[in-house]
């Protein structure tokens, strides 16, 4: 018979927030593989569970998910458990769960604390449909891309942010999406949670005069307002945008995607309007 992997959700911050089932699974489980033995030792200790661990991080995934899956297949069960959060969520995993599932391995969530569900509920922004996008790329030009093919997302968008970054992102976020409403959860569950309300330029500029930011954030993004409808002819639409400054196929591109038509209808349609 083999194993079961056991993907066990553990505090974001406050060791509190564990529940009784992932007590009594890390306390059951033959090995725990955590993306940081020591981190994991410190709630552990907590909770007066001794259990042996092996690291399981991004630079050993490859290597470990095979390891695993053999002991697995051959009858150990295994709590896999990131530094914070749920495993997998912008964390090392996914070759684990895959390799578990193609091996016939059952695979066992345990549910618990999610910073991105936390900072949602807690924003005041519209919960009804979002778009977690984990972390922005680090290099400039990426995370601008990254953004723009948000742009037109009709839902809350959620992101995490290191704290040496989010200066960084929070001016793309201002310079791609807008003056939307922005809410920046920082520390969340620890003793200096925070949650900073404003504009992307505004929480930035709150930030900065900080001098020195501290902690890990999760950033969550008010949706997209759809425009108001655009009655213009289509051929007008384009010229318009045109005199504004756009090149002509840029133009042509905008107007399609704000009417969901495509290119060529935009622009066989500026012929006829001619």
Do not use: W
Not at 114 to 129: C, E, K, Y
Not at 170 to 195: D, Q, S, Y
Not at 242 to 256: F, L, P, S, T
């Amino acid at each position: 018979m083999p194993g079961r992997l056991y993907l066990v959700a553990t505090p974001i911050g406050n060791l509190e927030d564990i529940t009784y089932r992932a007590v009594r699974v890390l306390g059951e489980v033959d090995l725990i593989a955590c993306e940081d033995t020591r981190q994991t030792r410190k709630l552990l200790d907590r909770y007066a569970i001794s259990k042996p661990t092996i690291s399981y991080h991004e630079h050993n995934e490859a290597q470990r998910s095979a390891e695993l899956v053999e002991r697995l297949a051959a009858g150990t069960s295994v709590a896999l458990v990131s530094d914070a959060g749920m495993p997998l969520v912008s964390d090392p995993g996914y070759r684990l769960v895959r390799a578990a599932v193609e091996a016939g391995v059952p695979v066992e969530p345990v549910p618990g604390p999610s910073a991105a569900l936390a900072a949602m509920a807690a924003s005041g922004l519209p919960t009804d449909a979002f778009h977690f996008a984990g972390f922005l790329p680090a290099k400039s030009g990426q995370r601008l891309r990254a953004l723009e093919a948000l742009k037109e997302e009709s839902a809350t968008l959620i992101f995490y942010e290191a704290p040496h970054r989010v200066l960084e992102a929070l001016a793309a976020i201002a310079e791609v999406l807008g003056p939307r409403p922005v809410v920046a959860a920082r520390e969340l569950t620890k003793v200096h949670e925070e949650f900073l309300r404003g504009t992307a330029a505004e929480v930035r500029d709150r930030l900065a005069a900080r001098g020195s930011v501290k902690g890990e954030f999760t950033l969550v993004v008010g949706k997209a307002v759809a425009p108001p409808p655009d009655d213009k002819p289509v051929g007008e639409a384009v010229e318009e945008l045109v005199r504004a400054g756009a090149a002509r196929m840029d133009a042509i591109k905008q107007v399609a995607r704000r009417r969901g038509l495509s290119k060529r209808e935009v622009y066989e349609q500026t012929l006829s309007d001619r």
